[in-house]
């Protein structure tokens, strides 16, 4: 069974920086993708950043400029390095993977954890 681990979630003032890490564990196939999403209370979840195998990125446009995703292939791990925080930051930050096991292809999330950027 596949597992994603997230860490690095807290509280920062505006400005300030936080970093999240993501790492994948377990009997891994693939990785073909990883990624973090968000969701604010009483809002849709959204793409914030992902990354191919390959290292093509793309970002959500209300984060270009600030935001870093990264990847370490030899450790399953992601990472987004968030820069310039303003409080429409704060939300539930979720790890993805899609993981192409065999003939399927299946979507991986961590349990989330908590940025919440004070103003």
């Known amino acids: 069974q596949l597992q994603l681990v997230e860490s690095g979630g807290g509280l920062v003032q505006a400005g300030g920086s936080l970093r999240l890490s993501c790492a994948l564990s377990?009997?891994?196939?693939?990785?073909?993708?990883m990624g973090w999403y968000r969701q604010a209370p009483g809002k849709q979840r959204e793409l914030v950043a992902r990354?191919?195998?390959?290292?093509?990125?793309n970002y959500a446009d209300s984060v270009k400029g600030r935001f870093t995703i990264s990847r370490d292939n030899a450790k399953n791990t992601v990472y987004l390095q968030m820069n310039s925080l303003i409080p429409d930051d704060t939300a539930a930050y979720y790890c993805?993977?899609?993981?192409?096991?065999?003939?399927?292809?299946?979507?991986?999330w961590g349990q989330g954890t908590q940025v919440t950027v004070s103003s």
């Open positions: 993805n993977a899609l993981v192409i096991e065999g003939y399927f292809t299946n979507d991986y």
């Open positions: 377990g009997n891994i196939f693939i990785i073909n993708r």
């Open positions: 990354i191919t195998s390959g290292g093509v990125t």
